[in-house]
C-alpha cells in the first residue's frame, strides 16, 4: 500500500490558480509570501475564500516547518494589506509596492507598534518544506524501520496485527494535513519498533522539544530517586526540601507533599489564567509564597508552576540537578544520548514542566519503562511500585480522564485505554495496554487549534 503525500491543500489552491490569478490582477493570492525574523523564515498564504480571504503563517526553521497559525481576518484593499492573527494578537499592516514583488510593512502586538516587517513574493513550488513529504511525486510505501545501534528490536507491523493499508492510511491523512502540523510519527507493537516516518524536514536525528512531555519525565526522575534512597518516599512535606526559604504563612503548608504535587493537587491560589513559568531559587519562593485555598489533596488543579518545584527537590535530595541525574540514573541506562534540557535554565535548575528536547525513538524507549513497569531490555531501571503508581489514578480531574503522577488516564476513542503523556503542540507518548502499542507523535500545533487532531486519527486507526 503507498499513501498519496504532496502538497498541502492550501498550496494546490495557489497553484491552480496560477498564473491565471496573476493575469486577473489578484495580486496577493498568486503567490507566498516570504518574511524573515532572526534565525526564522515566515510563509504568508492567503487565498480566496467565498466573499473574502483565508490564510496562514507557516514558520520556518533551519530547513524544518516548525509551526503554523491562522490568519483569522485578510483585509485587501490594494494596495494595502492587514492581516490578523487572533490567536497571538499580531497584526500585521503592510502595502503592495515594487511592481507587486514585495510588501512594506510592520508588525504590532497587541494594538502596539512593533519593528518593521517586509514580504518578498516567491513561487509557491519552491517552498517545499510546506509539504508534509516535500513535492516528491512518488507514492509513500510502509517500510520496516531502520535498525540502529540503539537498543532498538525493529519489526513489520503486519506481524503484530497493524495491517500495511492502516499504516498508509494514518500517514496519508497526516501527509493531508487533517492533523495539522506533524512532525513524526512511530508506533511500537509487541515491543518493536514497527513505524517510524518524519515529516515536514525533520529526521531521526533531531531532538525536539517535547512541552509537558517532560512533566512526565520529572515524574520517572522523582520515583529513580525514591527507589535509590535519596527521597524516602511521597507523603514527605514539600517545603522539607527548601530549609532556606520561607513558605507561606499558611499553617497548612506542612501538609502538602510529594504526592499532592506529583498528582496536580496541592491547593494553590493560583487563578484560571495564571501559570507563571520559571525555575530557580527566586521561583521556588514564589510558588512556596502562595496561599492555599484548597485542601491539599482534595482538588485537582493542572498548574505548570507548581511542578518546577522538583527542579529544587530533586538538587537538594540527590545532590544533582536534574539533568545530571537523568543522565546519570535514566538517559544513560536508557542509551540515550543527544538531549538538549537548557531552554530557561536559571543557576543549574532546570524546568520540569516543559523544556526537555529529545529524538522521538529516546522518547519511546520512555514509553517502553511504562509498558515494561520499568525495565528497558532486561534492566529494572525504575522500580515497578513506582511505574504502578505513577500511572493509577490518583485522582479525578475536571473531565473524564484520571491524572496519576504526571501521566494522564484516559481512554482513545470510547473504549480503548491509554496512559498519556501529553505535551502541547501534539507532543505524545502513549501506551495502550490492550493493544499492546507505543504511539509516539511530535508536532507543531501550537497555534492552530489541532493539537489533539492526530488523537482522532488514531483512535479511528486502532
Excluded at 541506562?333 to 534540557?341: A, E, N, S
Excluded at 516543559?354 to 531490555?377: F, I, Y
Excluded at 485522582?395 to 503523556?421: H, R
Aim: charge should be negative.
Amino acid at each position: 500500500m503507498r499513501a498519496r503525500c504532496g502538497l498541502p491543500a492550501a498550496i494546490l489552491v495557489i497553484l491552480a490558480a496560477w498564473p491565471a490569478a496573476a493575469a486577473e490582477g489578484d495580486a496577493i493570492t498568486s503567490w507566498l509570501w516570504l518574511g524573515r525574523g532572526g534565525p526564522e523564515s515566515f510563509y504568508w498564504e492567503v487565498w480566496p475564500d467565498g466573499d473574502g480571504f483565508g490564510g496562514v503563517v507557516h514558520t520556518v526553521r533551519d530547513g524544518k516547518k516548525q509551526t503554523e497559525l491562522p490568519v483569522d481576518q485578510v483585509v485587501w484593499e490594494a494596495p494595502d494589506l492587514e492581516l490578523h492573527m487572533d490567536t497571538t494578537g499580531v497584526v500585521f499592516r503592510g502595502r503592495l509596492v515594487d511592481d507587486g514583488t514585495r510588501i512594506e510593512g510592520r508588525l504590532h502586538f497587541g494594538g502596539e507598534e512593533g519593528p518593521e516587517f517586509n514580504l518578498e513574493r516567491v513561487d509557491p513550488a519552491s517552498a517545499t518544506v510546506l509539504a508534509a513529504r516535500g513535492f516528491d511525486a512518488v507514492p509513500w510505501a510502509y517500510r520496516v524501520p531502520a535498525a540502529k545501534d540503539d537498543g532498538w528490536i525493529v519489526g513489520d507491523a503486519a506481524a503484530h496485527g497493524l495491517p500495511h493499508a492502516t499504516v498508509v492510511t494514518l500517514v496519508d491523512r497526516i501527509c493531508a494535513g487533517d492533523a495539522g502540523v506533524i512532525h513524526s510519527l512511530l508506533l511500537v507493537a509487541g515491543g518493536e519498533l514497527v513505524v517510524e516516518e518524519y515529516f515536514h524536514g525533520y529526521g531521526p536525528a533531531d531532538v525536539h522539544r517535547l512541552a509537558s512531555v517532560t512533566k512526565s519525565v520529572s515524574s520517572l526522575l522523582t520515583g529513580v530517586a525514591v527507589d535509590r534512597g535519596a527521597i524516602t518516599g511521597v507523603e514527605v512535606p514539600v517545603m522539607d526540601f527548601f530549609p532556606d526559604l520561607e513558605p507561606s504563612a499558611d499553617h497548612r503548608w506542612r501538609d502538602i507533599t510529594l504526592h499532592h504535587l506529583l498528582s496536580m493537587s496541592m491547593g494553590l491560589d493560583w487563578g484560571p489564567d495564571e501559570d507563571p513559568h520559571g525555575t530557580g531559587p527566586a521561583f521556588f519562593g514564589q510558588v512556596l509564597g502562595r496561599r492555599i485555598v484548597h485542601a491539599p489533596g482534595t482538588r485537582w488543579a493542572y498548574h505548570s508552576a507548581n511542578v518546577n518545584l522538583l527542579a529544587g527537590v530533586l538538587r537538594e535530595a540527590t545532590g544533582l540537578h536534574a539533568d545530571a541525574f537523568a543522565e546519570r540514573h535514566l538517559f544513560t541506562p536508557l542509551g540515550i544520548t543527544d538531549y538538549d534540557w537548557s531552554f530557561m535554565a536559571t543557576d543549574g535548575y532546570r524546568l520540569m514542566d516543559g523544556s526537555l528536547q529529545l529524538r522521538p525513538r529516546d522518547m519511546a524507549k520512555l514509553g517502553m519503562l511504562v509498558r515494561g513497569e520499568g525495565r528497558w531490555r532486561g534492566e529494572q531501571i525504575v522500580s515497578t511500585d513506582w511505574i504502578r503508581r505513577s500511572v493509577s489514578r490518583q485522582i479525578d480531574t475536571d473531565g473524564p480522564e484520571g491524572y496519576g503522577y504526571l501521566w494522564w488516564l484516559g481512554n482513545l476513542g470510547e473504549d480503548l485505554p491509554v496512559v498519556l503523556a501529553n505535551g502541547h503542540g501534539s507532543q505524545f507518548i502513549g501506551w495502550l495496554p490492550d493493544r499492546d502499542l507505543i504511539i509516539v507523535v511530535t508536532g507543531g500545533n501550537e497555534d492552530n487549534g489541532k493539537h489533539f487532531a492526530i488523537v482522532d486519527l488514531l483512535s479511528r486507526a486502532f
